[in-house]
């Protein structure tokens, strides 16, 4: 069964700096394009970034300049480093993946359970 964990929310001052991760665990083929999405209170779930299997990225434009996806495909794991962060990036985070977990190119969307990113003015 694949899972995707994330980790590094916190609570954090305008200004500062925090790191997502997200490790993808379970049987796997393949990976394909991963991402972060968010959903503050009252919102729908929004992209904030993307990154396919050839590392070509993708960034809302909210957040261009701020925030970088990076992914270890190694070790099946996706971070994004968010600075210069602003109250208004406070949100649940979750991490995103299009993975084959029995067969190549048989794509299915997994997400996580999200992690809490609170930025205080």
């Known amino acids: 069964q694949v899972q995707l964990v994330e980790s590094g929310g916190g609570l954090v001052q305008a200004g500062g700096s925090l790191r997502l991760s997200c490790v993808v665990s379970g049987t796997i083929k393949s990976i394909g394009t991963m991402g972060w999405y968010r959903q503050a209170p009252g919102k729908q779930r929004q992209l904030v970034a993307t990154i396919t299997s050839g590392d070509s990225t993708n960034y809302a434009d909210s957040v261009k300049g701020r925030f970088t996806i990076s992914r270890n495909i190694a070790a099946n794991m996706v971070s994004l480093q968010m600075n210069n962060l602003k109250p208004e990036d406070t949100a649940v985070y979750y991490c995103?993946?299009?993975?084959?977990?029995?067969?190549?190119?048989?794509?299915?969307?997994?997400w996580g359970r999200g992690t809490q990113v609170t930025v205080s003015s």
């Open positions: 995103n993946g299009i993975i084959a977990p029995t067969r190549v190119f048989e794509w299915i969307t997994y």
